[in-house]
T-cell receptor, first 116, second 117 residues
Framework: GAVVSQHPSWVICKSGTSVKIECRSLDFQATTMFWYRQFPKQSLMLMATSNEGSKATYEQGVEKDKFLINHASLTLSTLTVTSAHPEDSSFYIC????????????FGQGTRLTVV | AQKITQTQPGMFVQEKEAVTLDCTYDTSDPSYGLFWYKQPSSGEMIFLIYQGSYDQQNATEGRYSLNFQKARKSANLVISASQLGDSAMYFCAMRALGDGTASKLTFGTGTRLQVTL
């Protein structure tokens, strides 16, 4: 299957700072990338959908000014958690797809964010 | 709107036995895809198997098979000959199949499977 690389795999940051998470499609052009958030022992909740070259579409209840998503190229999307607070501590995971993808969604390895 | 229901928060199975993980769904989309993912403690999401709503036959991938009953809106995962390495969280998910553009996945709450000796 296609390879999606997410970096970093874990990060600890201080309250008030910003953290950037990268999601790269290594062997295909990802026209669409999805960002999910997962709290401990819970399911994945979609935060936003980003299409290359256009603004991300955020799910209801997700603050777009806090979770900045950029999808400037067909192989890279970034999620920046701005002014992080301890309640932003979570597991963030991206998936990538291209036009015509129906049978799979390829996920990155995930990023465990801890805000102290 | 789509909804996935996994009613088994946890399951135990003995090594080498088969186990069925339940998944029911609800959707108004005429065409959709159903997925199962495995999430070990490391957090990565491992794709296991896919079933399209118009597929006539149940999907199989090695030790994984999907028992698709469209009228009952169920898509249960069957794991045969369980191995210790199968211990993980399992998620059922679905997406609408439309004009070829990728659509989001809707996930169930997951089932934690523990394989015992």
């Amino acid at each position: 299957g296609a390879v999606v690389s997410q970096h970093p795999s874990w990060v600890i940051c201080k309250s008030g700072t910003s953290v950037k998470i990268e999601c790269r499609s290594l062997d295909f052009q990802a026209t669409t990338m999805f960002w999910y958030r997962q709290f401990p022992k819970q399911s994945l909740m979609l935060m936003a959908t980003s299409n290359e070259g256009s603004k991300a579409t955020y799910e209801q209840g997700v603050e777009k000014d806090k979770f900045l998503i950029n999808h400037a190229s067909l192989t890279l999307s970034t999620l920046t958690v701005t002014s992080a607070h301890p309640e932003d501590s979570s597991f963030y995971i991206c998936s990538a797809a291209w036009v015509g993808t129906n049978t799979e969604a390829f996920f990155g390895q995930g990023t465990r964010l801890t805000v102290v | 709107a789509q909804k996935i229901t996994q009613t088994q928060p946890g399951m135990f199975v003995q090594e080498k036995e088969a186990v069925t993980l339940d998944c029911t769904y609800d959707t108004s989309d005429p065409s959709y895809g159903l997925f199962w993912y495995k999430q070990p403690s490391s957090g990565e999401m491992i794709f296991l198997i896919y079933q399209g709503s118009y597929d006539q036959q149940n999907a199989t991938e090695g030790r994984y098979s999907l028992n698709f009953q469209k009228a009952r809106k169920s898509a249960n995962l069957v794991i045969s000959a369980s191995q210790l390495g199968d211990s993980a969280m399992y998620f059922c998910a679905m997406r609408a199949l439309g004009d070829g553009t990728a659509s989001k996945l809707t996930f169930g709450t997951g089932t934690r499977l523990q394989v015992t000796l």
